[in-house]
């Protein structure tokens, strides 16, 4: 008799960037992004993506390479997290909080190839690579022009920019075949731990891990198909949870804001719908504080918030203006929302230090 | 620099199986299994699966091994869907209302070294067996006793039994140490099709293909944590289309039962406050058609359902009574929701034939 033994050639490697490809077919005319005066369908959203990822691969970059990103969440930040992967390079985004040295420290260590910038951060990319060691190349940096009108005059950089994003886009081949992972274990991204115990640690993630960790984290939050994600949740902070990836599989609509208070999430809560949001503690503090609304919201949106639990006040004047709170717990070095979702042994993740 | 690349060493097949461990921590005292007088915790549930499992193991059945089931939606057919990995053997589940001669072929055709056997298809087996060419070794049977006031009075066999199911489990560890997947890709279960086309054809999932086969079902009817899942579609049939994994994934509890009209299904409805089911569209027919209840449900109830789409009068008459009512289409062959759910290339499967 045969062996009973299903055939892995048949099989493409596990990855949460084909979340995407199924997005555009199945939600295709569906709100997919949707930031300031700026909305995009799935459909488009798949294609700006490949367009990207053409690009990049066009410009040599590719398996192994490290493509970074200092920007708030805006719609680039959010397609970077397919985009990067698309060309086979490896996603590594910063935390816009972070000081000069530390920047320059990891994109150093890194050893990061192109570099995307927020015009918010231009000036502390320009410290960070004056800081660079001279034997060092530093990064091709690409500019994220914006017309948000929170952003202040944009000083005039001494530093030279290689493109613009959408100059890059443009340049794409939306018909561009994405490169798929050759083996489940190949890296997607590269994160940076906060470095609060000591320097910050390099993690490494892989498709299959974050393939798994992104269903992983559908399931333990019951999500329904076609959500409304408010997105107050940093994406560099853990990749946003695993939710760019997550919102691409259920057809969602990512709402992108550059900066936020209680004013402006209740504002958007109300505009858009919200269903679902993120946040540290102290977002559910903003939230139930906020003298703007204190009247309960119309539909319950749901609302996770991880790390130390918010006080018992907190949480109970939250629930009783219509959200409903979840909580969880992780750890960037093992896959970060292992204790909160763990249904299998997730996490293949290593750290480079 | 050192290659960016996670250490493939560090993680465990992929296996849906692992959702019983988790299950027995996250939910050890909530309800696993209810049927008749019968009542299960997860923690509970684990245990007797990990018995079986030591007992199939401790009688030499292991890697590549088939075991066979004949039985109805009771509790020893959602346990083995367990238990049967667990010992590192493939389950082979069979469709109770096949004919002896069908029912022969396929544990020929399986090589079945051991098969459960629920009492109302002893007679069955019995004639199964007598069908076996004089070459072939049968089964050892093992008989499944059942108290359900439904079964009729038991022919006494002719054949023998080598033991009973809960004799097996009885004498089985409960610390046994569950035999995992060495790889992805090792099998998991043998199904076979109903034979509409051609002969009945043989086919092998993996523990991966099952393990994102169920997270994707789950994801795409947007499963809440521990619903009440009336099982109204057969296990034997696809796997009961992945659901006996995934009630352990998200805690729910089972409500098993032998057999099923309307009046049995509103009251269980009733009783335990079910939320989930799945069927095929004559289950529509049935709750629509009946005359015990004609007044909405109290709660909404979730109703999946498969194959040709049901008429639209059966569609509508069903929602009105509070049912909401889900499509999904499937080929056993090629990951049966892969239509649904597929999220990713789910699917590897092959035909032995």
Redesign the interface.
């Known amino acids: 008799?045969?062996?009973?033994?299903?055939?892995?050639a048949?099989?493409?490697a596990?990855?949460p960037v084909?979340?995407l490809d199924?997005a555009a077919t199945v939600y295709g005319d569906c709100s997919s992004i949707i930031y300031n005066n700026i909305s995009y369908t799935w459909s488009q959203t798949r294609r700006r993506c490949l367009q990207l990822a053409s690009s990049l691969s066009s410009i040599g970059l590719n398996k192994?390479h490290?493509v970074s990103i200092l920007a708030p969440n805006i719609p680039a930040l959010y397609e970077l997290h397919f985009a990067v992967p698309m060309a086979g390079a490896?996603l590594n985004t910063l935390n816009t909080r972070l000081d000069a040295r530390t920047i320059s420290l990891l994109l150093c260590h890194a050893?990061t190839k192109l570099l995307f910038v927020d015009p918010m951060s231009v000036s502390l990319v320009n410290e960070a690579i004056s800081l660079f060691p001279s034997s060092t190349r530093p990064p091709l940096l690409v500019l994220i022009a914006d017309d948000d009108e929170l952003l202040p005059q944009q000083p005039s950089p001494t530093i030279h920019f290689y493109d613009t994003y959408e100059g890059l886009l443009e340049k794409g081949d939306p018909a561009f075949n994405w490169i798929r992972p050759k083996n489940?274990?190949d890296?997607i991204v590269?994160n940076y731990t906060s470095g609060t115990t000591s320097s910050p640690k390099g993690v490494?993630?892989?498709h299959?891990?974050l393939?798994?960790v992104t269903?992983?984290s559908?399931?333990?939050w019951?999500?329904?198909?076609q959500p409304v994600f408010l997105w107050t949740l940093p994406m560099f902070h853990s990749n946003g949870w695993s939710y760019p990836w997550g919102m691409a599989?259920?057809g969602g609509t990512n709402i992108c804001l550059r900066k936020f208070d209680a004013t402006t999430i209740y504002g958007l809560i109300k505009k858009y719908g919200v269903t679902h949001m993120c946040g540290a503690p102290v977002v559910l503090n903003m939230l139930s504080n906020s003298p703007t609304n204190m009247e309960p919201l119309k539909n319950p949106v749901h609302i996770i918030t991880a790390g130390a639990p918010p006080p018992a006040t907190i949480l109970s004047r939250t629930e009783s203006l219509g959200f409903v709170v979840g909580h969880g717990y992780g750890l960037t070095e093992t896959g970060w929302d292992c204790c909160l979702v763990?249904?299998?042994?997730a996490?293949?993740?290593?750290s480079?230090n």
């Open positions: 008799m045969d062996e009973l033994r299903p055939r892995p048949n099989s493409h596990l990855t084909g979340f199924r192994g490290v490896i050893e489940d274990f890296p590269l490494v993630h892989c299959r891990g393939f798994i269903l992983d559908l399931v333990d019951s999500f329904p198909k599989a259920v763990r249904l299998e042994t996490v293949e993740s290593f480079r």
